[in-house]
């Protein structure tokens, strides 16, 4: 997939958002945990994002129907394969409902999604999280 100027800017600036975010958080990761919501793994399994406590996170929030999510999710998978390998753990929180639940896998075949994704998020996890009520949107723990 090539990436517009624009968009390679805009993948640099999240790459360095989120090395940035690592470095912080690293000393606050032990102290306190992130607050917990529990999803569905793509197996059908219950998750629970207190699993990850003392551990960098990067959880990005989105459906297949947003249209801002198309266009961010590429720069998700590039820092992902960017930082992955040096421990920080990212996943995929998708709202959509079960209307729509159905193009998931379409949607991470399309953007060669690797990291693991969590269903059935909902607005009330994004105001858990302390996130606006729109997606995209991403936060670090």
Same mark, same amino acid.
């Given at each position: 997939?090539?990436?517009?100027?624009?968009?390679?800017?805009? +993948?640099?600036?999240?790459?360095?958002?989120?090395? /940035?975010?690592?470095?912080? $958080?690293? /000393? @606050? /990761?032990? =102290?306190?945990?992130?607050? @917990?919501? %529990?999803l %569905?793994?793509?197996?059908?399994? =219950?998750?629970?994002?207190?699993?990850?406590?003392?551990? #960098?996170?990067?959880?990005?929030?989105?459906?297949t129907?947003c249209? #801002?999510?198309?266009?961010e999710?590429?720069?998700?998978?590039?820092?992902? =394969?960017?930082?992955? #390998?040096?421990?920080?753990? &990212?996943i995929?929180?998708?709202?959509?409902?079960n209307? %729509?639940?159905?193009n998931?896998? /379409? &949607?991470? %075949?399309?953007?060669?999604?690797? $990291?693991?994704?969590?269903?059935?998020?909902?607005?009330?996890?994004? +105001? =858990?999280?302390?996130l606006?009520?729109?997606v995209?949107?991403?936060? $670090? &723990?």
């Open positions: 997939m090539r990436l517009s100027l624009s968009a390679k800017i805009l +993948a640099s600036a999240t790459l360095a958002l989120l090395s /940035a975010a690592a470095i912080s $958080f690293a /000393a @606050d /990761a032990k =102290k306190e945990g992130p607050t @917990d919501i %529990t %569905t793994g793509m197996d059908g399994r =219950k998750v629970h994002l207190h699993d990850y406590a003392g551990k #960098p996170v990067v959880i990005n929030m989105w459906a129907w249209l #801002p999510c198309k266009d999710m590429p720069m998700m998978v590039e820092a992902e =394969k960017a930082y992955g #390998p040096k421990g920080i753990i &990212f995929g929180a998708s709202l959509d409902d209307k %729509t639940k159905k998931i896998p /379409a &949607f991470l %075949t399309q953007y060669q999604i690797t $990291f693991p994704i969590w269903t059935g998020a909902t607005t009330d996890d994004l +105001a =858990k999280l302390h606006g009520e729109a995209p949107d991403t936060v $670090f &723990f």
